[in-house]
């Protein structure tokens, strides 16, 4: 009995060790101005970034001084980072175009992937992606900023007070990409129509599509119908940069307001109950409940680690420490809605018809 308790012991104080070890990270690609959001967690101690896949000299000089790491880390393909540093994850900051490629090299190495919103830029290749995950047993998770505001949990908090949910509206967006100054890699792909998928429509439609399929307990819409403009032509002539797209449900309608052409940067969202509402945004939100005479403002909280944070709640699934839900924001299924409806929204709005779902 002694020698079985010394093994468990041992057992225990390894996995314990392997917990506390920092998470061994790759990137795929640095041309994702949200890049920073990672770099920016390189020297933190609970991830180690141990490789980065990217062939713009330029672009990895220019990273490298700002964060202060090694020239070593560096590869030009894919392959040989995952190849010669064997990281437990890769995170994906190259075109939408591009996350496919990522997976289609990770799965089968059974790294897991996180990739920035959105999932993919077609359904055709969510559901390769999808197909992939399943397969070799790996979590493939989406970032959106918006899942780690403090203010959409206490959103959810107030439904039940606010009743069965009838109406959503989200905005998001800015001036747009070249007025705010994104790096011109950014700008590169962010406007080509092949890379993105389209313009604000994918940019910031994305949001809309995975807070209303979150708050919708996973469902998909019924039906999808969108417009676009081209407002500003003479910056973005190859895509959209205004975009409306509504999504209806059996007993509810979200409104998804994305633009390039706000005054001002902003990611909000309105979420409306039979009985009452909640408007939230960064900061907090105001609220409005049954028997209330008049509006109550909050300031957000922020979320308990590890959900204030992407990267630490990437390490948290991999490790078996979160499950995540099917309708939660990162989660796969989630995603593969969103893409849906943005597929349905492009087509809604080249042909000027509602497009079904279901």
């Known amino acids: ?68 790491l090694p020239a070593s880390i560096v590869y030009p393909t894919l392959d040989e980072m995952l190849d010669k540093t064997k990281p437990e994850a890769v995170t994906a900051f190259n075109s939408i175009y591009e996350h496919l490629e990522v997976v289609q090299k990770c799965a089968p190495r059974k790294i897991h992937v996180m990739v920035e919103k959105p999932l993919a830029v077609s359904l055709d290749h969510a559901l390769e992606m999808e197909k992939l995950a399943k397969a070799n047993g790996i979590q493939l998770l989406t970032n959106y900023e918006t899942t780690w505001y403090g203010s959409n949990a206490q959103v959810t908090s107030l439904l039940p007070q606010a009743g069965p949910l009838r109406k959503i509206v989200v905005h998001d967006g800015h001036e747009g990409p070249k007025e705010i ?53 003479d910056i973005y002539p190859r895509v959209d940069d205004e975009a409306t ?39 907090g939100i105001r609220y409005r409940m049954p028997g209330e005479k008049t509006e109550t403002s909050k300031a957000s909280d922020p979320l308990p680690k590890p959900m204030n944070d992407p990267f630490a709640y990437f390490v948290a699934v991999v490790r078996g420490e979160i499950k995540v839900q099917p309708a939660d924001p990162s989660s796969l299924a989630n995603n593969m809605i969103v893409v849906q409806i943005l597929d349905a929204a492009r087509e809604s709005a080249r042909t000027g018809k509602v497009v079904n779902l279901r």
Not at 1 to 21: D, E
Not at 203 to 231: E, R
Not at 258 to 272: C, G, I, L, Q, T
Request: hydrophobic share 45%.
């Open 245 to 283: 797209i509504i999504v209806t449900y059996p007993e509810a309608q979200g409104i998804i307001q994305a633009s390039w052409n706000w005054p001002f940067s902003r990611k909000d969202m309105e979420v409306y109950g039979q009985k009452g509402y909640v408007i939230a945004d960064k900061n």
């Open 1 to 68: 009995m002694p020698r079985i308790l010394s093994i468990l012991i041992v057992f225990v104080a390894i996995a314990a060790s392997a917990q506390n070890k920092p998470f061994r990270i790759g990137i795929a690609g640095l041309t994702h101005d949200h890049v920073h959001w990672l770099m920016g967690r390189a020297h933190d101690g609970d991830i180690e970034v141990v490789g980065i896949a990217e062939a713009n000299h330029e672009l990895v000089d220019r990273y490298l001084k700002q964060y202060k």
């Open 181 to 233: 100054g994104v790096s011109k890699e950014f700008l590169s792909w962010l406007t080509d129509p092949v890379k993105n998928g389209g313009g604000a429509i994918i940019d910031f439609g994305c949001y809309g599509a995975n807070l209303m399929t979150w708050l919708m307990n996973g469902n998909k819409p019924l039906t999808v119908s969108a417009v676009t403009q081209h407002i500003k032509a």
